[in-house]
T-cell receptor, first 112, second 114 residues
Framework: DAGITQSPRHKVTETGTPVTLRCHQTENHRYMYWYRQDPGHGLRLIHYSYGVKDTDKGEVSDGYSVSRSKTEDFLLTLESATSSQTSVYFC???????????FGPGTRLTVT | GENVEQHPSTLSVQEGDSAVIKCTYSDSASNYFPWYKQELGKRPQLIIDIRSNVGEKKDQRIAVTLNKTAKHFSLHITETQPEDSAVYFCAATSSNFGNEKLTFGTGTRLTIIP
């Protein structure tokens, strides 16, 4: 499973609270991604990183921020969680020079 | 940006028959097209991919075909088995100065009828 872990695996939080999800990889891959998965929408890119401290927005970045202070960790933060952010969040990694992306086990987030 | 459409959204086939899932994309610069399989409650798993310099690729019972002129690609599963039941996603690259991003289709739920 490409040495990717996500934590927590499940979280229930209240509207308005901050939430941070962590993606950890053990294989020194340069590229890391955060997706959300919702019924009828497939997988949509939130943010991605192409190196330490190098990040960029995806198609659904509003309400989310990311940080990557070291190669192995990519953090996704919901500054003030809303019910529309209830979703399953997947982290993925890609190594160079290939395009292949491999996914972590996912985090199920419920915002009440 | 890239837009990927996937059809059908649901597909039921008799065990042993073939299944075909089709995707179209909008960005003519896209050059990498993977397919993922996702079982219930699990992560998406890469099952096959194709690059733009190839028209067809096979791996045992699965194959992918690419028509760059028409901007569509398809997944073919032959001799389907119950373990093929899952949701399948296609995707295409959206190149951005070397920082390629995948755009996914909305998925096809494949059910194999025993």
């Amino acid at each position: 499973d490409a040495g990717i872990t996500q934590s927590p695996r499940h979280k229930v939080t209240e509207t308005g609270t901050p939430v941070t999800l962590r993606c950890h990889q053990t294989e020194n891959h340069r590229y890391m991604y955060w997706y959300r998965q919702d019924p009828g929408h497939g997988l949509r890119l939130i943010h991605y990183s192409y190196g330490v401290k190098d990040t960029d927005k995806g198609e659904v970045s509003d309400g989310y921020s990311v940080s990557r202070s070291k190669t192995e960790d990519f953090l996704l933060t919901l500054e003030s969680a809303t019910s529309s952010q209830t979703s399953v969040y997947f982290c993925a990694i890609r190594g160079q020079p290939t395009y292949e992306q491999y996914f972590g086990p996912g985090t199920r987030l419920t915002v009440t | 940006g890239e837009n990927v459409e996937q059809h059908p959204s649901t597909l039921s086939v008799q065990e042993g028959d073939s299944a075909v899932i089709k995707c179209t994309y909008s960005d003519s610069a896209s050059n990498y097209f993977p397919w993922y399989k996702q079982e219930l409650g699990k992560r998406p798993q890469l099952i096959i991919d194709i690059r733009s310099n190839v028209g067809e690729k096979k791996d045992q019972r699965i194959a992918v075909t690419l028509n760059k002129t028409a901007k569509h690609f398809s997944l073919h599963i032959t001799e389907t088995q119950p373990e093929d039941s899952a949701v399948y996603f296609c995707a295409a690259t959206s190149s951005n100065f070397g920082n390629e991003k995948l755009t996914f289709g909305t998925g096809t739920r494949l059910t194999i009828i025993p």
